[in-house]
């Protein structure tokens, strides 16, 4: 029964990585204080290896060799599915793919964080809207997706950092 139930799982990676030469990518690295400033999704399917992002001006896909060529892979975490999760996880790509990215939440969450180092309490409320910035993205897919108990409330503002322990907790680390 175990080994009918392995071969019915399929793997999901959520990594960290930081964008080559980028200066957004570094500045969120240093308010941070991480190596990493990006999360991702990434899919090894029969029709080849692909990255799931919120990135640029709309939630994509890319070629992993596309990804590595202007990315270096900071940390990633491996998940299993089932055939009924890998389903929805087509399902929820499909859904999000081409939704605008979130510049306006992005710089806000920038300014939050600034406001955290100087021990100032900045809040800004949700636009609760289908734009999504990297860390948004792969919350919302924990949440709904892997049916990782995160509250709705911190998904539109959750951090890299902030989302890497929970995905740590979660997942099986593999670089």
């Known amino acids: 029964m175990l080994s009918y139930l392995n071969n019915n799982m399929e793997k999901i990676y959520i990594g ?7 200066l957004l990518s570094k500045t969120i690295q240093i308010i941070e204080n991480t190596n990493y400033s ?17 990135s ?58 600034l406001g955290n180092r100087f021990q100032l ?14 860390s948004k993205l792969a919350a919302l897919f924990c949440k709904e997706i892997l049916e990782i108990p995160i509250d709705q409330s911190e998904i539109n503002f959750i951090t890299p950092k902030q989302l890497n322990p929970i995905i740590k907790m979660y997942g099986k680390q593999i670089v």
Do not use: P
């Open 16 to 22: 960290f990585s930081t964008h080559i030469g980028n």
């Open 38 to 54: 990006h999360v991702y999704i990434r899919k090894v399917s029969k029709y080849g290896e692909y990255i799931y992002q919120a």
């Open 56 to 113: 640029g001006l709309a939630v994509n896909f890319t070629n992993i060799d596309i990804f590595k060529k202007h990315n270096i892979i900071i940390e990633e975490y491996e998940f299993n599915l089932t055939n009924i999760k890998m389903e929805k996880t087509i399902s929820f790509m499909m859904k999000h793919a081409g939704d605008d990215y979130e510049l306006k939440e992005l710089f806000e969450l920038l300014i939050i964080l």
């Open 121 to 134: 309490n900045v809040k800004f409320s949700s636009s609760g809207n289908d734009k999504f910035i990297c």
